[in-house]
């Protein structure tokens, strides 16, 4: 990527401005996205607390400035070159702003949740490798394991099965554990790798019941972890 960078920079003034059109079109239809699926959200009664999935006025300001400035750039092909590079930038900081509220306490564990689960082994879902990177962010200080991220929502076998456990539900339903279980905290989390129908559903707009989950740190009375410690780990 940088040796390709150095060359477009050298040629700069021969580039055709098709190319950047192209890029400026394809950047308009991705801010518009972002604010539709955006509006949804917050107005969605999927979410649980619909009030915390609040975006702050910045947020809209920035989205619908961006979007105008592409468009400006498609329009005026004397900026179309300028605005298309200004628009990659626009682009990632729109998909940051629009993942913001699960920056907040809505996609965080509480400090006394962390506090709880220092030094123990805690079992997480992984869909992909080192997928554990992230919730040693989330809970540090734990002794992270992983298994497969499709059983995540099979509570009672993983409640059963591990001491320490992150299960998985859809927003707006409470888990069912055992009686000597214990739901030390939850967060939101942003789903990856849906299916076809998921996607289609998406697409019809119920994005907070299949883009999200609520997920649930739950404690329970299973003991030996020395067998379990064995097991292949689904993040490595």
Known sequence: MPA??????????????????????????????????????????????ASEWVYSYGHWILMIASLCFVILGLVKKDIAK???????????????????????KLGRFTPQAIAQVQGQDLWVPCDYRAKDEEYRLLLPGTRLHGYMAGEAGEIAQLTAGYPLVLVQSPLGLKPAICDACRIIAHRMEMRARHSDEEILEMLKGHFGKYLFVNEYLVATPVANTAALLDKKDACR
Do not use: K, N
């Not at 400026?24 to 801010?31: D, M, N, R, S």
């Not at 300028?82 to 907040?104: D, I, K, M, N, V």
């Open 82 to 104: 300028t605005a298309a590079l200004a628009g990659c930038f626009l682009t990632y900081c729109a998909l940051t702003s629009s993942l913001s509220p699960l920056e907040s």
């Open 4 to 49: 390709l960078a150095a060359l477009i920079a050298l040629h700069w003034e021969r580039l055709p401005l098709w190319g950047f059109r192209i890029a400026l079109l394809l950047q308009a239809i991705l801010f518009s996205a972002l604010i539709w699926v955006g509006s949804e959200l917050q107005r969605s009664v999927l979410i649980g607390d």
